[in-house]
């Protein structure tokens, strides 16, 4: 999250274009959307970062995305209008726990999700792709993103591009 810390305001036009976003926007560091419960209350979950109405959920050394019972995910109340059960394995244990949470935090806050990988892992890809898979509505489906770590390579300052690439292995795509 240096890319989005290093100055007070994202001014950066190339990164701002990339991520659907006006220039100029202070990011919001663990920001906790309310996601309304089938018992009235809300989750008050932590995602990354909110930049404007675009959330995000940096991945970038962490092993999968989070994991829970299904009773975890049956307690959302707008779980079955919004996903496809078919296409989300709902069974004991669901995998993308973390995923499907904050496209529930997107379409209760009216904004936009992405999640911002490391290209060389299409297996997040893939879950990322598969959770989108699953969501009903187009609208909501066109307000979610991937960006990888590579794509954002290219539009950064170069003292964070040589950042990313000592320290993680990330070159420009």
Known sequence: ?????????????????MLGVPCG?????????????????????????????????AKLTEIDFQTAPATMIKRYRDIDELFDPEELDLSDVVRNYQLIRSVLAASATGGSFCVLCDARRPDLIEEWYAVMRAVRSCVLRCRLQLLTWQELAVVIPASLRKFLALKYGIVPA
Request: hydrophobic residues 40%; contains cysteine.
């Open 1 to 17: 999250m240096n890319v989005f810390c290093c100055r007070r305001r994202v001014v950066n036009r190339a990164l701002c274009s």
């Open 25 to 57: 926007l202070m990011p919001q560091f663990g920001f906790r959307p309310e996601i309304p419960l089938r018992n009235g209350r809300k989750d008050r979950t932590e995602i990354d970062m909110k930049l404007g109405d675009l959330m995000v959920e």
